[in-house]
């Protein structure tokens, strides 16, 4: 493998501000396989990071530095352009579409051919341990379905990283260590550096790699 596809996530002096007051600076390297969690209380910073990640930082905020992935420079680049997956609080599934419908939106332009893409969802549903819901209603889904069918159809884009904007905090507490140990494991198995932004201590723990904690907050 090329040196430029091990290199994984690099944030190089990333500086956020808000209103002319710093919210956040960080210079990170997040290796294949790797995760790096981001702590902070809310107003810290910590989703406009993600949303600096994939490009889309909402108006007022000023962002400067870099971000590289696997030696590329995102700047300029569109979300869809960028492979950056990312995870919400709500699994965002699409309610007018089949579960199998939700995670095929997600397929790359080269999975050609409807045989292919159906069994390039069944294989994603077989993973997730969601075998024959292909045709189901999303609403039907319990919460720890809904989310393992969410980190799917991310998957299935074939990002080059994955962002988790506190992905696990809707779920009860056994359901939420069954769900973050399924997704830390999907990402470890295709070395997909992860950057976890999140208030739960237990969440920095179970993930096992650096953290950063933000100061500030909402003012």
């Known amino acids: 493998m090329s040196a430029a596809l091990e290199d994984g996530l690099r944030l190089e002096g990333v500086r956020i501000a808000q209103g002319g007051r710093m919210l956040l600076s960080i210079d990170a390297h997040i290796r294949p396989g ?19 990640i994939i490009g889309a930082v909402a108006p ?16 300029g680049l569109a979300p ?4 950056v997956g990312i995870l919400f609080q709500d699994d965002a599934l699409f309610a007018h579409l089949s579960v199998g419908g939700n995670l095929a939106f997600a397929l790359p332009p080269s999975v050609k051919g409807r045989a292919a893409r159906r069994a390039r969802v069944a294989a ?5 341990e969601l075998d024959g819901f292909a045709d189901r209603d999303p609403a039907t889904l319990s919460g720890g ?3 393992r069918a ?27 260590a069954q769900i973050r140990a399924f997704v830390f494991r999907r990402a470890a ?4 550096p992860v950057l976890l932004v999140t208030h739960d201590a237990e969440d920095a723990r179970a993930a096992g790699g650096a953290i950063v904690t933000l100061a ?3 003012r």
Request: glycine residues 10%.
């Open 34 to 52: 790797a995760i790096l969690t981001v702590m902070g209380p809310s107003g810290s910073g910590k989703s406009t990071l993600l949303s600096a």
């Open 124 to 128: 994603a549903l077989a993973d997730a």
């Open 150 to 176: 969410a980190l799917m159809r991310t998957l299935l884009a074939e990002p080059r990283a994955l962002l988790l904007d506190e992905p696990f905090s809707r779920l009860d507490a056994s359901l939420r």
């Open 189 to 192: 198995e295709r070395r997909l």
């Open 216 to 218: 500030g907050g909402a």
């Open 145 to 147: 379905q809904r989310a």
């Open 60 to 75: 007022g905020f000023d962002v400067s530095g870099r971000v590289r992935l696997d030696g590329r420079d995102l700047s």
């Open 80 to 83: 869809q352009h960028r492979r």
